[in-house]
């Protein structure tokens, strides 16, 4: 089936530092991309979502990256810090339906 | 506003018994619901997922079942638990093609 995968497992960046974790996806038909962040043993939380129609999109110190040419999403996180640290994953819906399928995360670490 | 309520929070099950959690949403009407679960460090496995009262979708073949007695409530089950079936398990809700809305999840341990 379709899946979504990341490049890292892990990522480790200095505090103030910009973060970029990368997604690539493979379902050319997904039309609706979005980021959560999850923090140990919580269920995740919405960071910024972007559909197919646009190529960037930008929140509070985040921005998301759409590049449908190679199949490729990232996650910028500007002046990362230690509140930071956390699994992120990338999630696509599974062609046309409601349904979101999940990339197997990235640990960003944040360290002083 | 909308809230999600999930239950219980950690249970520690021997293999062969029952289980059952629940997930209950607030403040909306007909939410599409969903079972996902996670492994110890890694991504979210969807396992169910419902878009009406007593309509289930299955999506892996495996030793859980899921039902929908009422528009907001939505209860994960099995009659006999293995080990394979300890992880977290996050219920969500959404209206339509868009953002999940995540429970504070259920950590299981199968022993």
């Known amino acids: 089936g379709e899946s979504v995968g990341l490049h890292l497992p892990t990522l480790s960046v200095q505090e103030g530092d910009n973060s970029i974790i990368n997604c690539a996806y493979s379902n050319s038909a997904s039309d609706y991309f979005i980021w959560y962040k999850q923090e140990s043993g919580k269920g995740p939380q919405f960071i910024i979502d972007i559909r197919s129609n646009m190529d960037k999109r930008q929140g509070q110190r985040v921005t998301v990256l759409l590049n449908k040419t190679v199949k490729h999403l990232s996650l910028q996180i500007a002046a990362t810090q230690p509140g930071d640290s956390a699994v992120y994953f990338c999630?696509?819906?599974?062609?046309?339906?409601?349904?979101?399928?999940f990339g197997t995360g990235t640990r960003l670490q944040v360290f002083p | 506003s909308q809230t999600i309520h999930q239950w219980p929070a950690t249970l520690v099950q021997p293999v062969g018994s029952p289980l059952s959690l629940e997930c209950t949403v607030e403040g909306t009407s007909n939410p599409n619901l969903y079972w996902y679960r996670q492994a110890a460090g890694r991504g979210l496995q969807l396992l169910f997922y419902s878009v009406g009262i007593g309509q289930i979708s299955s999506e892996v073949p495996q030793n859980l079942s899921a039902s929908r007695p009422q528009d907001r409530q939505f209860i994960l089950s099995s009659k006999k638990l293995l080990l394979s079936d300890s992880g977290f398990y996050l219920c969500a809700w959404s209206v339509g093609a868009g953002e999940l809305f995540f429970g504070e999840g259920s950590r299981l341990t199968v022993l």
């Open positions: 999630a696509e819906n599974e062609g046309n339906t409601d349904k979101l399928i």
